[in-house]
């Protein structure tokens, strides 16, 4: 069966018993504001995946913030929810001390990342963004419940009922890891901040891990122009993501983590070749917009 794209506003709903990723921060490194984002969004790294009757986080950037808004308006209430972070730099989960649902008692959350390494934890990594003279309070200030859990990249995580969650170490600058997410015979994998290694690409190991997968969310900050001067910054191209996904054989590929300087007009234009190239190699390629769901 071929993908089906739903786009939705803001204000629509998940299907809450099906397989889904809305996205609710496209953009990488820092939120952008003003028209000339608003096609494909200004705030930074966030999904929503319902996936099996669960509502799964991924990412805590600015996007966080208005998910949390619909969540409290939406229901159903308390809320019990898992939250995977891919990694902790500032614009993946700057967005945490701005999220309505963690100041309610009845709500719980466990939060997760794979990325760390001793004496490092997931909720270190959190309390050193919220400490003065950073930030005004720390997390004792959430009233919810909260788990902080910490694994190693390459696990695979099975404690929401009815998914399989298998991860995957990333290469990039305090590592961060990648997630396929596997729901009643349908899959999405989210493979962003991670830097292509010329020369060892596509990856063996990586490819196998996102094989045939429906929905292939991918690190596309740069162009080929652009990377040579980017290097080392841990991001990757929109044909590098490419020749993975044709090695793998996924069916929808999709432009994510959306660079700074990509404006509307950048981006339509990155996405018009990213289109042409994909039909060579039978791939059909999208860039993710702020408000979309994606459905497999």
Not at 85 to 105: K, N, Q, S, V, W
Request: include cysteine; glycine fraction near 10%; aromatic fraction near 10%.
């Amino acid at each position: 069966m071929p993908v089906k794209r739903l786009l939705s506003r803001l204000s629509g709903k998940p299907d809450p018993n099906g397989f889904s990723v809305r996205f609710w921060g496209t953009r990488g490194s820092v939120a952008c504001g003003g028209a000339s984002y608003a096609r494909y969004g200004g705030n930074t790294s966030c999904l929503e995946v319902t996936a099996c009757g669960r509502t799964i986080i991924f990412d805590a950037g600015t996007g966080l913030r208005p998910l949390g808004d619909a969540l409290d308006a939406r229901g159903p209430h308390p809320l019990d929810v898992d939250m995977f972070l891919t990694h902790t730099h500032f614009d993946h989960i700057c967005g945490i001390p701005f999220f309505a649902p963690f100041y309610r008692a009845e709500n719980k959350f466990r939060i997760w990342s794979g990325h760390l390494s001793a004496p490092w934890k997931t909720r270190d990594a959190v309390s050193t963004l919220m400490t003065a003279p950073i930030f005004p309070v720390d997390p004792a200030i959430f009233r919810a419940q909260i788990d902080w859990r910490d694994f190693a990249g390459g696990e695979t995580i099975t404690t929401v009922p009815g998914v399989t969650l298998k991860t995957h170490k990333l290469n990039h600058p305090n590592g961060a890891t990648g997630f396929r997410i596997e729901c009643s015979g349908k899959s999405i994998s989210y493979i962003t901040d991670l830097e292509h290694v010329a020369g060892a690409w596509p990856d063996p190991s990586l490819t196998e891990f996102i094989r045939g997968t429906d929905i292939f969310i991918y690190d596309a900050s740069y162009t080929d122009t652009e990377y040579p001067d980017k290097a080392g910054y841990g991001h990757s191209t929109w044909r590098a993501g490419l020749e993975l996904a044709a090695a793998a054989q996924v069916k929808l590929y999709v432009l994510f983590h959306h660079d700074p300087a990509h404006d509307d007009r950048a981006m339509d234009q990155i996405v018009r070749e990213a289109r042409d190239a994909g039909k060579l190699n039978k791939i059909k390629v999208i860039a993710a917009r702020e408000g979309q769901t994606l459905t497999p």
